[in-house]
C-alpha cells in the first residue's frame, strides 16, 4: 500500500486563485519531504522541499505547510496561473529506507484563465 | 544539455517478448532509478543502483532486470513482457541517493 496518501486526485481552480495539495504518512521516520510537478509528455522535476524541523518553506508562489504531530504536509499555489496546470506528486524518504522515495498518487491541477 | 536520456519513447510488445529500455545521464550522478507510473498509483520504485556496480530491488521490482552498464547508463529489461507491465517508465539519476533526482522523459510500454 502506499506510504503517502494525496489528494484530491484532481482540482480546478481559477486563474489567481489558490491551489491546496494534502498529503499525510504513518512512517515517523521520513524525514524529508519533496514535492515534484510534472508537465505532460515529460518527467517529474523537484518544485520545491521541506525537511521536519521546520514548519513552512515558500519559494515564489509556492509553499509547503507541514504539521509534525499530524504527520501531513501539504502545498499551496498562490495566485495560480495556467502555466501551473500539471501533475504534482507529493513524497517522503528516511534514512532508515535507504533515502528511497515514497510517492503520492498524484493530484492534477488545472488552472482556469 | 541532454540531462537523462531514455530510449526508446514508445515500445508495443506481445506478450512473452522481451525488450531492454535503455538510460543515460551526462551529469556524472552516482545513483541512477528506474520507476514505473500508473494511474492512481503515483511512481513505483522498480530498482534502483547507489553507485556504480550495485544494484537493489525497490517497490516492484517482479518481471524486471536491471544492469548498471557504467556509471552513465542503467537498463532495464523485461525478459517476458505480460499486459501488468503496460506503464509509463521513467529512469533517474542523482548525485546521491540524498539528493534531488532528475529525471527523463519516459517510455510509453504498452503489451498486448
Known amino acids: 500500500q502506499q506510504q503517502v496518501k494525496q489528494s484530491p486526485q484532481s482540482l480546478i481552480v481559477q486563474k489567481g486563485g489558490i491551489s491546496i495539495i494534502n498529503c499525510a504518512y504513518e512512517n515517523t521516520a521520513f524525514d524529508y519531504f519533496p514535492w515534484y510537478q510534472q508537465f505532460p509528455g515529460k518527467g517529474p522535476a523537484l518544485l520545491i522541499a521541506?525537511?521536519?524541523?521546520?514548519s513552512e518553506k515558500k519559494e515564489g508562489r509556492f509553499t509547503i505547510s507541514f504539521n509534525k504531530s499530524a504527520k501531513q504536509f501539504s502545498l499551496h499555489i498562490m495566485d495560480s496561473q495556467p502555466g501551473d496546470s500539471a501533475t504534482y506528486f507529493c513524497a517522503a524518504s528516511s534514512r532508515s529506507n535507504d533515502y528511497k522515495l515514497s510517492f503520492g498518487a498524484g493530484t492534477t491541477v488545472t488552472v482556469r484563465a | 544539455n541532454a540531462g537523462v536520456t531514455q530510449t526508446p519513447k514508445f515500445q508495443v510488445l506481445k506478450t512473452g517478448q522481451s525488450m531492454t529500455l535503455q538510460c543515460a545521464q551526462d551529469m556524472n550522478h552516482n545513483s541512477m532509478y528506474w520507476y514505473r507510473q500508473d494511474p492512481g498509483m503515483g511512481l513505483r520504485l522498480i530498482y534502483y543502483?547507489?553507485?556504480?556496480?550495485?544494484?537493489d530491488k525497490g517497490e516492484v521490482p517482479n518481471g524486471y532486470n536491471v544492469s548498471r552498464l557504467n556509471k552513465r547508463e542503467f537498463s532495464l529489461r523485461l525478459e517476458s513482457a505480460a499486459p501488468s507491465q503496460t506503464s509509463v517508465y521513467f529512469c533517474?539519476?542523482?548525485?546521491?541517493?540524498?539528493?534531488?533526482?532528475?529525471f527523463g522523459s519516459g517510455t510509453q510500454l504498452s503489451v498486448l
Open positions: 543502483s547507489a553507485s556504480e556496480g550495485t544494484t
Open positions: 521541506i525537511r521536519p524541523d521546520v
Open positions: 533517474a539519476s542523482s548525485r546521491s541517493v540524498r539528493e534531488k533526482l532528475f
